[in-house]
Nanobody, 129 residues
Framework: QVQLVESGGGLVQSGGSLRLSCAASGSTLDYYDIGWFRQAPGKEREGVSCISSSDGSTYYADSVKGRVTISRDNAKSTFYLQMNSLKPEDTAVYYC??????????????????????WGKGTLVTVSS
C-alpha cells in the first residue's frame, strides 16, 4: 500500500502563497487518483482538489477554485498543491490522499474523496488576517 507524507505547511499572511508537497513511497503513483483534503477545527473534512490517473481530469472545490492548482509528477512519486491568495478560512490541516483505479469512486467525481484509500498525517496551514 502506498504511503504518503505531506510537507510545505506553515504560517502565511492573508493573500500569501504556499505549495504543499506529498511524497509517496511503497508503490508507483501511475495508477492512483491523487488529491488533497482538509479539516479545520470544528468542521467536516472537505475535499479540496484531485487529479485523475486515467486522463488527468481535475476537481476543485468551489471554496478554492481559481486559487489553487493541483499537479503530479509520477516520475518523482510526488504531487503538489499550489495555493495562492490564501484566506483565513483556508486555515486547516491539509492531507494528501491516493486511491486505486479499481475503487468505486474516481476523480473528478464529486465523491472522489470516498475513493481514497491512503492518506498522510497532515500538514498544518495557518493563514493570519
Amino acid at each position: 500500500q502506498v504511503q504518503l507524507v505531506e510537507s510545505g505547511g506553515g504560517l502565511v499572511q492573508s493573500g500569501g502563497s504556499l505549495r504543499l508537497s506529498c511524497a509517496a513511497s511503497g508503490s508507483t503513483l501511475d495508477y492512483y487518483d491523487i488529491g488533497w483534503f482538509r479539516q479545520a477545527p470544528g468542521k467536516e473534512r472537505e475535499g479540496v482538489s484531485c487529479i485523475s490517473s486515467s486522463d488527468g481530469s481535475t476537481y476543485y472545490a468551489d471554496s478554492v477554485k481559481g486559487r489553487v492548482t493541483i499537479s503530479r509528477d509520477n516520475a518523482k512519486s510526488t504531487f503538489y498543491l499550489q495555493m495562492n491568495s490564501l484566506k483565513p478560512e483556508d486555515t486547516a490541516v491539509y492531507y494528501c490522499a491516493a486511491g486505486g483505479f479499481s475503487g468505486t469512486y474516481h476523480c473528478p467525481e464529486v465523491n472522489w474523496l470516498s475513493g481514497m484509500d491512503s492518506w498522510g498525517k497532515g500538514t498544518l496551514v495557518t493563514v493570519s488576517s
